[in-house]
Every structure is written in C-alpha cells, then in structure tokens.
C-alpha cells in the first residue's frame, strides 16, 4: 500500500472573482452517417464564458446555482478505506478495459481544466460498430451487458503537492487527478445524452503522486504544455495516443467505486465513480507545466485581483449521506 502526503491543506482560493455560472464547454454532437460514425465527437470546441470568474475559487457556491450540486450523491467524497466494503461480486464480472490508439489527439486548455479528447472513426459493419476501433470499458461496478465508451480525460491539480486530487483518501490528498470520463453507448447515443441519466456517466480515475517522470505524459506533451497555455488554446498532436498508457498495470488495478455526480456544474448524479487504489507517477517538472497554465486568454487579463493562473481546480469533498463505498479488494 502507497503512502499518503501529509498536511493537507484547506482548498485555496483565487482571489473574489465574481462568477456566472454557466455551463463551460459546449460540444458538437456527432453527426452519424449510414456507414459510419465518429466515437469522440469533439473536434473544435468553443468555450462558454463565466465571465471574470474562476468556477472553482467559488465551488461552494454552486448550489445556489445548479440544484443537483445540492443532492445527495455528489462527488468528489473522502474515501475512509477501513469503511469501504469489500464486494466479491465485482470479481466476478471483472473490469474489463478495451483502449483503442488515436492517431491524433485534441488538447484543450478551457480555462478551468485539460482536457484530452482522442479522435477515433470506427466503420459499422451491418449494425455494429467493430469494437476493435472503440475505445470502452464494462464489467466491474457497470451494468450487466452494457459498454461506456471514453469521452475525454480531464486533470486536477493544486497549487502545491499537498493538494489537487478532487477525492481524498482517509482525509489526504494528492497533487492531482486524472479522470477518464465515459458514456453509457449501450443506452445513449453521445456524452450529452447521457449526463444526468441513471447509469449514464462512469468516471475512472487515477490519483497521481509525484515520482519519476510519466512516458505517456510526456509522449503527449513532448513540448511541455507552453501551446495551450492560454484559456481556448487548442492543439492537435499526431503523436499515437493510447489511454491504457495512464493506467496501472493490469495486476494492480484493485478500486473503490460508488455511485455519485460530475464534479464540475450542473454536476448531475447518476455517475459511477471507480477510484484505482494505485497511484500513477508523474514528475515534479511535468506537473509544474500544469501550474504555469493561464485561466484566461491571450488578449486578456485577470481581473478584481484574480491571480490568473489555473491552479487549485478541484472541487471540495461532499458528504458521503449513507452511500456504501465497495472495493474489489480486501
């Protein structure tokens, strides 16, 4: 079992920028074809503003916006290991993860978090997609017969190493997140038929600890991130891109999981969280590059004393109210 960081920290605030809270990414649906279809719909992605706002400087605050922010299954939670229940049954169906390479793979800085999108075309065959060309997971926690295809990877981190991972682990934290977002493609046809429907979202993620430095990171971003490091930055890398490469090996992926919301508005329930208990290593350099990213364009500047850099995007634990964390371990 890995160490955890002392000292954690209460969650820092960015200055009192006044915020709109409005959903922040609008992305373009797919368009399907009789023979043929994009698996990651994202291509140019245009960003909605909360205008002189960081979201995440005021996350407490979100209910008084979005009312599922103020239910009861939200996300992130402190994960108390001694109070998770170990379930057999999810050895039984085991968490079955099938990664497919991009050969190209978008990169977006919107201002509040990286985002990855891989870009995958797979070609139906009668009335079935051939699932070599898609990238989904199933077993485990997910529904019997069911397949929920990767969506994006998103990435939290703090401004220092005592903080940064959205969940926290017996009231520690880590330097950062990673979080591989699906879909339910046995149900919904694309991500935004899917938030905010029962069974619709599962989220995989991954805690980071700092180490040596991490080759599919670094494989992706061989130039750093200086490229996106301005809110709407988008960049396109031809470098071959293959999820798995974050993951842990396939003998060490004992997880937690229960059931709870985004952690970003309008923060819908319905979503299936698998927390993996081994941590995946990134270097102290490469996520120092996330912490010289920029929370506003080019051709802006920060206002009402906002610092301006993207740091600290996570959002507070929420209470657990009765839920059952299971573990695939014991």
């Not at 980071?208 to 061989?222: D, M, S, T, W, Y």
């Not at 060490?252 to 208990?277: A, H, K, N, Q």
Request: glycine fraction near 6%; hydrophobic fraction near 35%; aromatic fraction near 12%.
């Amino acid at each position: 079992m890995y160490r955890f960081k002392r000292n954690f920290n209460a969650l820092h605030q960015v200055g009192p920028c006044p915020t709109d809270f409005r959903p922040v990414l609008k992305r373009q649906k797919s368009v399907p074809t009789k023979n043929s279809r994009m698996i990651c719909m994202v291509r140019t992605v245009r960003v909605k503003e909360w205008p002189e706002g960081y979201m995440y400087a005021r996350a407490s605050e979100w209910e008084e916006n979005y009312p599922a922010a103020a239910g009861q299954f939200q996300s992130p939670i402190n994960l108390v290991s001694n109070d998770a229940k170990f379930d057999p049954a999810l050895l039984q169906k085991p968490l079955s993860i099938n990664y497919f390479t991009s050969r190209e793979t978008d990169v977006l800085n919107d201002g509040h978090n990286v985002i990855i999108y891989p870009k995958y075309r797979g070609v139906e065959t009668s009335l079935r997609l051939d699932p070599s060309a898609r990238s989904v997971i199933s077993g485990g926690p997910l529904p019997p017969g069911s397949e929920y295809e990767l969506s994006d990877v998103r990435f939290h981190w703090g401004r220092y190493s005592t903080r940064g991972s959205e969940h926290k682990v017996n009231g520690k934290a880590f330097p950062m997140e990673v979080q591989l977002v699906h879909w339910n493609a046995s149900l919904f046809q694309n991500y935004e038929d899917a938030i905010g429907k029962e069974n619709g979202i599962c989220i995989m993620s991954l805690f980071v600890q700092i180490g040596k430095e991490n080759a599919c990171i670094r494989a992706l971003f061989p130039d750093t991130l200086a490229e996106i490091a301005y809110k709407g930055r988008q960049k396109t890398t031809n470098a071959p891109f293959n999820p798995v490469g974050l993951l842990p090996d396939p003998d060490l992926r004992d997880y937690w999981t229960y059931e709870g919301s985004l952690t970003m508005p309008p923060c819908y329930e319905g979503v299936t969280w698998i927390l993996f208990r081994y941590p995946m290593m990134i270097s102290a350099d490469q996520i120092d590059d996330f912490r010289r990213l920029y929370m506003y364009s080019k051709d802006e500047r920060p206002t009402n004393g906002c610092e301006g850099r993207l740091l600290d995007n996570f959002r507070p634990v929420k209470p657990l109210h009765g839920r059952v964390v299971r573990a695939s371990f014991q």
